[in-house]
Each structure stands twice: as C-alpha cells, then as structure tokens.
C-alpha cells in the first residue's frame, strides 16, 4: 500500500463501523454481509457510539509480530453498548482493568509497517474519562 492510499482509508479506520439488520435490527461488528441473529442479508452501515465496558481481558507478554514493542499490554473483549464484542487493546489505563470498565474507543498508533515504516493507527480502547 502507498502512502496516499494510507491516508485515504483513515476515515474508516477512525470509526467502528458496522451493519444493522435490515431484518430483525441486530448491530453487528466487525461487518459480515449476514445477520448472525437471523442468518439474512445485512449490508447496512452502521456507526457505533464506541462506548462499552470491558467484558474479559487478558494480559499480553508475547506480542504478535509487529506488536513487540508494547509489551506487556492488555487485550479485551470489549461490550459495545449496541451490544456485539470487540477484540481491542487497552490504553491509557491506570492500572488493573476491571470487568465492567466503562471504556471508549480512541485512535491509536496500532504497528509501524513493512520497510518504509508506514504508520498504522487504529482503535484501541481507553477508560472512559467521563464514566456515565
Ligand atoms: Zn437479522
């Protein structure tokens, strides 16, 4: 991928974007083309809010390539409020994460990529600072 290809899919990447159910209303993420509720056609985008809670979280010694250098980190299945699970990274965190953090998503460098160390951002989640 090149540099300007990059920066045109950031839109996307800065946004959890999903489908709806045109059928039976289900959220779902990451985008599968099909409703797992009721097994039809959902091609519908759909934003999500980004907010949810930490569901399970595991701690993370032994990176995956390109993950080296934040170890140790923590990985979580996070619940959206719209209800689907999430696999992210947290950050910003204070400490021990909890089940049932409030958290939100932010964008974060993810890995720098292949030889010309092209930057990869994305989501990862953080406590929410303002806990509703
Ligand atoms: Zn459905």
Redesign the pocket.
Known sequence: MNISQHWRLNDQRYQLVGEQ?P????RIFPPRDA??????P?QDLFTFAGTGAVYSFTRVLDAPEGFEDQTPYYLALVQLDEGPLVTAQLTDLDGEPGIGDRVEMVTRKLRTDGPQGIIVYGYKFRPMLRPD
């Open positions: 159910c059928h039976c209303s289900t409703c797992p509720e009721c097994a039809r959902a």
